[in-house]
């Protein structure tokens, strides 16, 4: 009943920036959080930032100052804005969300299917 759809990744040379989107569609009665994971070959998959739905933030160390989350309540849209890319941000990243649907009592995770961002050297 939820689907979350990403876009945005692909190629970029150290030191670029790409711009990532998801937006969350279905029957949803509410949105308590939404944010991005990532997971490099070889690595456990990891947060890299969240925004619930009043603003506040948590964004990883490794990207902090580099990468800012954010979203529109209103298109159930989140965004990952990725300054200053370096090699080891290269990963798959995942978009997640925190959705009550209006047949249940409770919050479940949902995520996206995952878009590539490649960081040259």
């Known amino acids: 009943q939820v689907q979350l759809v990403e876009s945005g990744g692909g190629l970029v040379q150290a030191g670029g920036s790409l711009r990532l989107s998801c937006a969350a569609s279905?029957?949803?009665?509410?949105?308590?959080?939404m944010g991005w994971y990532r997971q490099a070959p070889g690595q456990q998959r990891e947060l890299v930032a969240a925004i619930t739905s009043t603003g506040s933030t948590n964004v990883a160390t490794s990207v902090k100052g580099r990468f800012t989350i954010s979203r529109d309540n209103a298109k159930n849209t989140v965004y990952l804005q990725m300054n200053t890319l370096k090699p080891e941000d290269t990963a798959v990243y995942y978009c997640n969300a925190r959705i009550m649907i209006y047949t249940t009592l409770h919050w479940d995770d949902y995520w996206g299917q995952g878009t590539q961002v490649t960081v040259s050297s």
């Open positions: 279905g029957s949803i009665f509410s949105i308590n959080a």
